[in-house]
């Protein structure tokens, strides 16, 4: 009962937050993505091609976070419905656990499973951080290498000072749909 209320309580407006605050922003992403990427080419083809490179690489540590992290997310899930189990059981036998004066140790049984939960919750995390700092390093590497590329364009003469500077905010337009992207593939 208490793993069935969990997920309906919790399991349901779940699929409304991937929908709001997953499908839409990632399709927001992609369009935003591939409107960069050809204002980009139509300025310098190579910075195009730069800030292409970044893309297999940011989904390639995205995929391997993702396994890593779904398992994890799973056991935090399954520590949440363990913790509401104790509740629904507490609370659907409050007159045997009074009769028994067995509050103290329902109450402890209960703040145990939850402690666990939290500290789960805590360790995944800290993990996903751990691979927002991959994420964010490639996209650091290719904004200097574009940076540079940019800079070597201009000396060259084949790029205006002019022109070099939007194509600065259009790089940081471009890698925040990236990230997006990227976040979105990755649970919860």
């Known amino acids: 009962t208490g793993d069935s209320t969990y997920r309906i309580q919790y399991d349901a407006p779940s699929i409304e937050n991937i929908a709001v605050n997953g499908v839409m922003p990632f399709i927001t992403a992609v369009v935003t993505l591939a409107a960069m990427i050809v204002v980009i080419a139509r300025i310098d083809g190579e910075l195009a091609i730069v800030a292409l490179a970044a893309s297999p690489l940011l989904f390639w540590v995205t995929r391997a976070s993702v396994g890593q992290l779904k398992g994890s997310w799973k056991q935090v899930k399954r520590l949440e419905s363990a913790a509401m189990s104790v509740l629904q059981e507490v609370l659907g036998s409050i007159r045997v656990v009074k009769a028994f004066s067995r509050e103290d140790y329902e109450e402890q049984r209960f703040v145990d499973r939850s402690r666990t939960r939290l500290r789960e919750l805590i360790r995944v995390s800290l993990l996903q951080t751990k691979f927002d700092v991959p ?31 939007p194509l600065r905010g259009y790089r940081f337009q471009l890698y925040g749909p990236l990230r997006t992207m990227s976040r979105t593939l990755s649970p919860p």
Request: aromatic share 0%; hydrophobic share 65%.
């Open 135 to 165: 994420i964010a390093m490639v996209i650091a590497v290719a904004g200097a290498i574009m940076l540079s590329l940019g800079i070597l364009h201009v000396k060259a003469g084949t790029l205006t000072l002019g022109t070099r500077l």
